[in-house]
Nanobody, 120 residues
């Protein structure tokens, strides 16, 4: 059964750093695009960072220069390194893997999320 499991969240002071991990199983991770999203209370879920199967990346303007997305296709793991964290980064962070089939159809797999709280 396909699984996407995030870890690494927690509470950190402004200016601090955290590294999130997303372990993927039963999905051909290396061949598919993946990304991190977040949802703060009362707000819609938003894109944080995306990475294609070939390693191209895309970031939300609000995190450019502070966050780095990466992937380890041997370990089937997606990462998000976050630095210079701000209170407005507080949210539940979700990992998503998009599986693309030969007919062009896609299927998304989401994790349960991990809480990141930035507070002094």
């Amino acid at each position: 059964q396909e699984q996407v499991v995030e870890s690494g969240g927690g509470e950190v002071q402004p200016g601090g750093s955290l590294k999130l991990s997303c372990q993927v199983s039963a999905i051909l991770f290396s061949s598919n695009d993946a990304g991190w999203f977040r949802q703060a209370p009362g707000r819609q879920r938003e894109k944080v960072a995306l990475i294609t199967s070939s390693g191209s990346t895309d970031y939300a303007d609000s995190v450019k220069g502070r966050f780095t997305i990466s992937r380890d296709n041997v370990k089937d793991t997606l990462y998000l390194e976050m630095s210079s964290l701000k209170p407005e980064d507080t949210a539940v962070y979700y990992c998503k893997v998009t599986e693309t089939y030969t007919n062009g159809e896609t299927l998304e797999f989401w994790g349960q999320g991990t809480q990141v709280t930035v507070a002094s």
